[in-house]
């Protein structure tokens, strides 16, 4: 029954982030970071691992680069 709750927990946080994506101009301004791949993930996998994305997405980090900005260092 927890596996059950959990999931209903984690599918509903991942909907509603996505409902935040499907606003076309957050979906902008969200385009290519982090907060794509949480609302990806989090729907899919564990809490601890991928919940922190949400943040750095909405503060703008970008992915898929080889060095992030001094901004995120520490």
Known sequence: MLFALGFIFMFT???LSGVVIANASLDIAFHDTYYVVA???YVLRVNVTFFPQHFLG???MPRRISDYPD???G
């Open 39 to 41: 609302h990806f993930h």
């Open 58 to 60: 909405l503060q703008g």
């Open 71 to 73: 901004a995120f260092a």
């Open 13 to 15: 946080i991942g909907g």
